[in-house]
């Protein structure tokens, strides 16, 4: 049973360019969560999708990132116009539907590393 | 809003010794879960236990075990017999059964040998 994959691993943009982040649930999970980890930090919760719906993105910055999880095909995290300050970790996490309450358990993937010149 | 403090940036311990790792949580909620994530070189997020707040038994995971001190918010992480691969970023989380759960700055734990 695979886990959750993330791809690429790692991914070197300049400034200006964009940079689409890849994620494929666990099998039978329809939550897909983004989480972005500055060097040194914890990991801060960005968005939280079902497919072809987007529950909560609070964490988002309001421009130039955005996410989705299309019908069919991995959730893709979007970074437009990229800055220097967007170079971190991205890890992408999964959940099944109810009962996923009885364990608040998510599951991550390996995450991809932005690195941004 | 709910924190996750870890207040031990680095700590490290022999190896087959016991080391504790520190945790404090803020929250107006009664009802959540606790968790230790580990995160070694590979950056892989690799659960190491979870509690339930509603259970006043104290979870354990062969070595790991925690001590969840619900009126104090303090959820602390106990490793026994130390090994030279626990050695890891360990972070501790809040998750009150919804999706954004809260992560503190983690502690890098260093194994001796």
């Known amino acids: 049973n695979a886990g959750v994959m993330q791809n690429p691993r790692h991914l070197v943009r300049r400034r200006g360019q964009e940079a689409r982040l890849r994620c494929s649930p666990m099998?039978?999970?329809?939550?897909v969560y983004w989480y972005r980890q500055l060097p040194e930090e914890g990991l801060k919760f960005m968005v939280y999708?079902?497919?072809?719906?987007?529950?909560?993105e609070s964490g988002m910055p309001k421009e130039r990132f955005s996410a989705e999880f299309p019908k069919e095909g991995p959730s893709i995290l979007r970074i437009q116009q990229v800055v220097r300050g967007d170079s971190a970790a991205y890890f992408c996490?999964?959940?099944?539907?109810?009962?996923?309450?009885?364990?608040?358990?998510?599951?991550f993937g390996e995450g991809s590393r932005l690195t941004v010149l | 809003a709910q924190t996750v403090t870890q207040s031990q940036p680095e700590m490290s311990v022999q190896e087959a010794e016991t080391v504790t790792l520190s945790c404090t949580y803020d929250?107006?909620?009664?009802?959540?879960?606790l968790f230790w994530y580990k995160q070694p070189p590979s950056r892989q997020m690799i659960l190491v236990i979870r509690?339930?707040?509603?259970?006043?038994q104290n979870a354990t995971e062969n070595r790991f075990s925690v001590n969840f001190q619900k009126a104090a918010k303090s959820f602390s992480l106990k490793i026994s017999d130390s090994q030279l691969g626990d050695a890891a970023m360990y972070f501790c989380?809040?998750?009150?059964?919804?999706?954004?759960?809260?992560f503190g700055a983690g502690t890098r734990l260093t194994v001796k040998p």
């Open positions: 996490a999964s959940s099944p539907p109810l009962p996923r309450e009885a364990t608040g358990e998510l599951f």
């Open positions: 099998k039978g999970h329809s939550h």
């Open positions: 999708l079902q497919k072809e719906n987007i529950i909560d």
């Open positions: 929250t107006s909620e009664s009802d959540y879960y």
């Open positions: 509690q339930e707040a509603y259970k006043q």
């Open positions: 989380a809040y998750n009150r059964g919804r999706y954004d759960m809260r």
